[in-house]
Structures are given as structure tokens and as C-alpha cells.
């Protein structure tokens, strides 16, 4: 079945780095745009970052522009996040999700992101 | 930068229909998108571009968008209909509402 399925979460240390992949299965991986998405803990949905299906095509939220890449892997069905400089109000659920024109129809479980020291 | 603006809560009573709005301006002219949220679980789209379901939603959800406010309509509402719902459009970048708790009463 199609599955999407978070990994690399932790705790870091503020100014950190942490790199979170999204590994996808049941589907062909490289005909989708695909997104991070994240959750502060009691808070809503914020849109972090997405790639086009051949990578070419990157966008950011501004709260991560400049510390934050996504990247994917076509071969190997996968989607990074690498999070460089990170602060404490990173601190989420980060979840990737595929993307079917402008809305978000698959998502994973989550991985859970904490920066503290 | 555009805004949308949901409730932070509504209550509805059992078998009844629960509508959550999603106010922006001009938001009618945009694709809405609808997730529904249950604790400690992932968001799963429940409504995409204003009134569609994916499959295996039930047909008691439906939506609808004109003027500066869209809808969700959840008809018949159950007990495990209890959850946070976000709306979502694109406007340059992806945006989401802040979101309703629903609570069935």
C-alpha cells in the first residue's frame, strides 16, 4: 500500500543539525512533488519546504530559508530535510507528505523534532 | 500576506451536521483543501480542491466555496468524527488555517 515513512528526529542542541529522511513506498516516487510539513507541540500545520518530482523546482517557508534543504533520492525512493542552525522554535512533529496538484493527499506518521539544550 | 481563518472550536450534537468554516478573501477564487486531524495521529485529507473526496471518505463530508468563506460540511456526525480540521489553499506557497476542534457532543 502506498506509504510514507519518517525517519532521524531527535534531540539537538541548539544551533545543531539534524537530517530527516522520508522513505516512500506503493507508489512511483518520482512522478510526485513531495513536502515537509510540520507540528509544534499543541499548535496547527506549517508548510516547511517541497521539491518537484525531478528536484528541479524547490520552494521555503521563510522561517527556514537559508537553514533548512530538501532533497530527494528518485533511486532510492527518498526525501531529506536537512536542518542546519537549528532553534527552539523548530521544535515539531515534521511530516512529509506527497503532494497531488496543490493539496497533500498522503502523509506519514512523523518524526519528532526537539531543540533544546 | 493572505490569511485564513477558521473557529477554534464547534460542537455539534450526535447525527447532527456540523459545518467549520474557512474565512480568506476572495478565498472562492482558490482550491480549499480540508484535513481532519485525530490526536497523536497524521493529518488525512477528508476534501480537496473545495467539494471532492478522496476515495474511502465517507459521503456524510462534503465542501463548498463562494465569496470569502469556505465550508466543511460533516452530515450525521459520529462520536470518531471528534478531531482538529484544517482548511488549506495555495497562495504562492502552501498555507494553512489554524485550525477547528470538533467535539461531538
Known amino acids: 500500500q502506498v506509504q510514507l515513512v519518517e525517519s532521524g528526529g531527535g534531540l539537538v542542541k541548539p544551533g545543531g543539525s539534524l537530517r530527516l529522511s522520508c522513505a516512500a513506498s506503493g507508489f512511483t516516487f518520482s512522478d510526485y512533488y513531495m513536502s515537509w510539513i510540520r507540528q509544534a507541540p499543541g499548535k496547527g500545520l506549517e508548510w516547511v519546504s517541497y521539491i518537484s518530482s525531478s528536484g528541479s523546482t524547490i520552494y521555503y517557508a521563510d522561517s527556514v530559508k537559508g537553514r533548512f534543504t530538501i532533497s530527494r533520492d528518485n533511486a532510492k525512493n527518498s526525501l531529506y530535510l536537512q536542518m542546519n542552525s537549528l532553534r527552539a522554535e523548530d521544535t515539531a512533529v515534521y511530516y512529509c507528505?506527497?503532494?497531488?496538484?496543490?493539496?497533500?493527499?498522503?502523509w506519514g506518521q512523523g518524526t519528532m523534532v526537539t531543540v533544546s539544550s | 500576506s493572505y490569511e485564513l481563518t477558521q473557529p477554534l472550536s464547534v460542537s455539534v450534537a450526535l447525527g447532527q451536521t456540523a459545518r467549520i468554516t474557512c474565512g480568506g478573501n476572495n478565498i472562492g477564487s482558490k482550491n480549499v483543501h480540508w484535513y481532519q486531524q485525530k490526536p497523536g495521529q497524521a493529518p488525512v485529507l477528508v476534501i480537496y480542491?473545495?467539494?471532492n473526496r478522496p476515495s474511502g471518505i465517507p459521503e456524510r463530508f462534503s465542501g463548498s466555496n463562494s465569496g470569502n468563506t469556505a465550508t466543511l460540511t460533516i452530515s450525521r456526525a459520529q462520536a470518531g468524527d471528534e478531531a482538529d480540521y484544517y482548511c488549506q489553499v495555495w497562495d504562492s506557497s502552501p498555507l494553512f488555517g489554524g485550525g477547528t476542534k470538533l467535539t461531538v457532543l
Open positions: 507528505a506527497q503532494s497531488r496538484a496543490d493539496a497533500f493527499d498522503i
Open positions: 480542491r473545495d467539494s
